[in-house]
């Protein structure tokens, strides 16, 4: 039986159950179940806190697991990233009161508040700063007008959040986190069907169907255009002078894709959704 960790809350928590859902797995069912028992996939959810589950795959414990990149790092489990999730995506950065501070280096002998103590030792270390460190478990956008630090170290998505505590984002980027999938070398071969099913659920999400008619002397240019996945599938039409494509396609630029082939000569142009997908 498969032990998979999800997030119990937090921004990750919905997504990630939708995902195992569009997956064919059996989805948490209220926000206080804890563990799920899936017998049909073979598989067995816990719901955690985000959190922990680099812990608990880390120890071997949970075979896999759903968490943010931020938190993988800022943990030191030996669980390791399998692949991105498309999802949750944040930047890690510093901010402070404005004028304050311009560069990292600014930091040596401040107080720098942050949940992800961990991360900001290493961040600090590789760079020679000695910066004073103040663990808060969240709301640290506070802790400077609160008098407990002097800059922070937070998870910005829109920036709503530090633009209302009137602060200013400083510095490079720390690190560039997204909600990933954890697991350790032993333990990954077991789950290999629960990755391909969920890089189905990414490609579903990212990729369209798309039919079109084009005359054979164009094809060459309209397999520039739409290249596929490995290799688009060409049929004979009655009318030897043309052939019909199917291709997948990103979702992101549908239209412009047409306008190009449309523009080389393609005629009937068909997009048509994926609901399931399997490379
Ligand atoms: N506003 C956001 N936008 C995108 N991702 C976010 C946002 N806030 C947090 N995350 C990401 O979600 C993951 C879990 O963080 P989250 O804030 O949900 O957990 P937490 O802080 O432990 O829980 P809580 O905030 O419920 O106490 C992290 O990897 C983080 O980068
Ligand atoms: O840039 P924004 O879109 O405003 O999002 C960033 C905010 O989202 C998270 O807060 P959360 O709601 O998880 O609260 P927390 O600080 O208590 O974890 C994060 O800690 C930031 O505070
Ligand atoms: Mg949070």
Redesign the pocket.
Known sequence: MLRIAV?N?????STANEMLVEAGYRGRRNDRELVALDPENGVEFFYI???DIATYVGEGVLDIGI?????LLDSESKAQEIRALEF???T?RFAGPPGDFNTVEDLAGKRVAT?YTGLLEQYFRERGIDAELVKL??AVESSIQLGVADAVAD????GN?LRQAGLEIFGPVILD???ILISTPEKVGAAETLIKRLEGVLVARRYSIMDYDIPSSRLEDAMAITPGFQSPTVSPLHDEEWVAVRSLVPQSDLNGTMDKLSAIGARAILVTALQAARM
């Open positions: 997030p809350k937090g921004m990750l928590s806190r985000p959190r968490t943010g990149r931020d938190m949750g995506d944040s890690f949940s478990d969240g998870v910005v998505s829109t959040t986190s997204t909600a």
